[in-house]
């Protein structure tokens, strides 16, 4: 049968996103069909252009994965699109990494590989090649596979990277390669449906539409509206989606601008300075240790109990932990933060446990962000929404779902090479794709 243990926890952990399924296919005033999209994050892949802003140029920013080793063709090829009963095992050497190629968009899906010259400066234009497309073509008289490729923001690409590195939690990608057939399947199944639609094909590059719809925020009433005739971007409109998730500007400030100060103390409660008094005797290693424990998937509960003290909170917020897409904030801008408070506070301290509550809560009301109680730069709320992305990844992730489009055939089949954290099945399983609650899986 299908393995869906893993795919029942996350379902349960998304209901909120996924149930605005329908909304969110309607999420983004821009019209991503038929443009080339960013396989993480799901926004524009921008040609360069003189007419974009500074904050827009970081999305021209390409990189094309791609395997030299071909491992899913090789899979297709070996078990005939899951239909061959008796295929033997197939082991594959996947010893080479998946490649990074940078690149520059031309036109719709088709980039642009730039290279390193020799003092490694990416200055070398190569080849022209498309994305997302799978084709060969005839040369001296030999019919030659092209590689696949797949187009990322560069920027995406690294985030991906650092959660892989970073993430506390159990992540079913945690290398490339896995990423890569994450991807790999994505397209595949989305290729398998343009194929079984009795609508006109939609021309390439397909932009997937993913059961969360990649967190887009909501805006209804501008699309309704007409507020962006022919696919027009209202610039009053702050796509927060789209601002710079690495390098964010002013970040630690703008997150310290969150704190409040400590409401006043109530009576002690017994159990509570024992457990304080307990925990401070540790070896400070073993209150790292225990602190670690604080990091949540689904994020803190909001009330704060007050059994650690708040410069506890603090350290915990610093180290990265429990926030590990946050691990870049500036320990000097935060002294120099603490000791203006002082001056001005007084004893009255910063409710830190209180900040970091907030900050650990895993939605961060991207829905409706304008009315979020955080107050944080874009960069850094785009940052954790692709970290929240790459979290919530597994091989096969799009099988289980039917697309929200008119398909003309009954059921769309769909042979499964790996397991959700990417290895080899067998033998291969073909998923008869009918709607959310009810799948049947066939054994090839």
């Not at 926004?43 to 500074?54: K, V």
């Not at 794709?433 to 049947?440: N, P």
């Amino acid at each position: 049968m299908f393995p869906r243990s893993g795919r029942e926890k996350r379902d349960k952990e998304t209901t909120k996103s996924r149930s605005k399924n329908v909304l969110g296919n309607m999420s983004s005033p821009a019209p991503y069909e038929g443009k080339l999209c960013c396989a993480i994050c799901g926004d524009a892949i921008l040609p360069p252009t003189p007419e974009l802003s500074s904050a827009e140029r970081w999305q021209t920013e390409a990189v094309l994965l791609s395997d030299p080793d071909r491992e899913f063709e090789h899979l297709e090829e070996h078990y005939r699109g899951g239909k061959k009963r008796d295929a033997k095992r197939l082991d594959i050497s996947t010893a080479r990494e998946i490649r990074k190629d940078r690149a520059r968009v031309i036109e719709k899906d088709r980039l642009r590989i730039i290279a390193a010259n020799q003092d490694g400066d990416a200055d070398m234009e190569q080849e022209e090649v498309d994305s997302n497309r799978s084709y060969g073509r005839e040369e001296n008289g030999e019919w030659v596979v092209t590689p696949y490729y797949i187009a990322t923001h560069e920027a995406c690409l690294e985030v991906a990277e650092t959660v892989m590195r970073r993430s506390p939690h159990d992540i079913a990608v945690r290398d490339l390669r896995t990423l890569w057939k994450v991807l790999r399947m994505r397209f595949k199944v989305d290729d398998m449906y343009l194929m079984s639609s009795s609508i006109e094909f939609v021309a390439s590059p397909q932009r997937i539409q993913l059961p969360h719809s990649y967190y887009m925020p909501f805006r209804f009433a501008p699309m309704l509206s007409g507020s962006f005739p022919s696919g027009e971007i209202d610039r009053k409109v702050e796509r927060w989606e789209a601002a710079y998730p690495l390098h964010v500007s002013d970040l630690t400030s703008a997150v310290l601008e969150n704190l409040s100060s400590l409401p006043p103390a109530t009576a002690a409660i017994p159990q509570a300075v024992s457990f304080q008094k307990r925990f401070l005797a540790l070896p400070p290693e073993l209150r790292d240790h225990v602190c670690s424990f604080l990091a949540s998937r689904n994020g803190m509960p909001g009330t704060c109990n007050g059994l650690l003290p708040q410069w506890i909170w603090r350290e915990v917020l610093l180290r990265g932990e429990c926030l590990p897409f946050l691990r870049d904030l500036d320990v000097a801008v935060v002294r120099d933060f603490c000791a203006r408070w002082g001056r001005e506070h007084g004893s009255q301290e910063p409710n830190w446990e209180l900040l970091v509550r907030k900050l650990s809560q895993e939605a961060w009301s991207i829905w409706d962000a304008e009315s979020s109680s955080l107050k944080v730069p874009s960069g850094l709320r785009n940052r954790r929404r692709i970290w929240q992305l790459i979290e919530e990844m597994y091989v096969g992730d799009l099988v289980p779902v039917k697309r929200m489009m008119r398909v003309s055939s009954d059921h769309v089949v769909v042979p499964r090479y790996w397991d959700e954290r990417g290895e080899v099945m067998h033998p291969v399983v073909r998923v008869q794709v009918g709607s959310r609650d009810k799948l049947r899986s066939v054994m090839a």
